[in-house]
């Protein structure tokens, strides 16, 4: 099985044994975002509407590294440490997807990294 990996120069690069995006067998597998600012490399303050938008621009950078955009996506996954969040996420979430809408599953956790309230990954067509 041949991989490769999808490196956005737009983002810091990951912090643990990972790769921003994997291509394989015909799609690619995102790697789960934060709203990290990448200059900062913290996340973002003013909540859930500031991080879901900035998770988005990150998305958006390994998704232009890879060619692709979201019209490409073909399958989300959003992580959230608060349901009462979700109303807020999904109006964001609105601006970046039209109709056929990915399929998605979203879940609420207990904790994200570097005390996110948000994560979402992706699966997209190569």
Excluded: W
């Excluded at 690619?28 to 934060?34: A, I, K």
């Excluded at 490399?41 to 958006?60: D, Y």
């Excluded at 970046?96 to 207990?110: D, E, G, H, L």
Aim: overall charge neutral; some cysteine.
């Amino acid at each position: 099985m041949s991989k490769t990996a999808i490196t956005s120069p737009e983002l810091a690069p990951p912090v643990g044994p990972f790769s921003q995006a994997i291509e394989v067998g015909g799609f690619l597998y995102f790697s789960g975002q934060v709203g990290q600012d990448p200059a900062t490399g913290k996340v973002v303050e003013g909540g859930i509407v500031a991080e879901t938008e900035r998770v988005f621009r990150n998305l958006s950078a390994v998704l232009k590294a890879a060619g692709r955009s979201f019209d490409h996506v073909a399958r989300a996954g959003v992580y959230l440490t608060s349901m009462s969040d979700f109303v807020a996420m999904n109006g964001i979430y609105a601006k970046y997807f039209s109709q056929p809408f990915p399929a998605r599953t979203t879940i609420a956790v207990a904790a994200l990294p570097l005390g996110a309230c948000v994560e979402i990954d992706l699966v997209v067509k190569a």
